[in-house]
């Protein structure tokens, strides 16, 4: 068998059975953090607000990247970058990865973190997949491309049109380790989708309230990869169709 036979078999083999199992769903940091990650961007009036927000109180968060927004707005990506937050995946486009067979899943994958590298110009190890859709083929999948499924242990649903302090009041919840879910933008058919119209509210002006009531209980908000520096990730099972 020719070398790049053997290393290609043990990529897609061993290497998923060797690497930790489960998704990325909270973190055991050494500091009084919480992690605070952004889907769907870049959007304009959505990712520059919550970059403001951010930037107030120091923080920073991981933003998954959608790779068809990030080629139409690349200067918001360079935004994100050059503020210090993570760049992760979240995918070429939003479409659920469940209708997939495991190699175009695998396929997908693969080209959305070479093409967002390549934009970002800085490797990418995280992936969520869209709607958190991902049966244990396809988490596989996404290990077998070389990347880490992270999910969250909380969520504001900022995906709906609610008042602010409604929405807001969701993020309670959340302790030390927590990975929050949030959003800069929202998913529409440029992305593959249709998730009825996108919610109205100001994202930043709702960021700013949760990173103060996060303040008001000792916690300051963070990136995965920045909570992860003298922590350790906290792994479970999670699939959902
Ligand atoms: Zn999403």
Redesign the pocket.
Known sequence: MPATAVRRLVRRTILPLTAPIGSVRSVRPNRDVAVLTY??GPQPGGTERVLAALAEVGATATF?I?VGRARRHPGLLADVIAAGHEVAL??IN?VRLTQFPSAEVRRRTMDGRKELEDLAGQQVRWF?P??GAQYPTTWAAIRSAGMASVVWSDEVQDWQDQPIPVIAARAARVRRGSVLLM?DGY?DASDGVDDGPAPTFDRGELSRRILGDLAERGLHASSLGNALAGGRAVRGAWFRS
């Open positions: 889907d769907d998954f959608l979240h995918g939003h969520r869209p709607y959003h998913a």
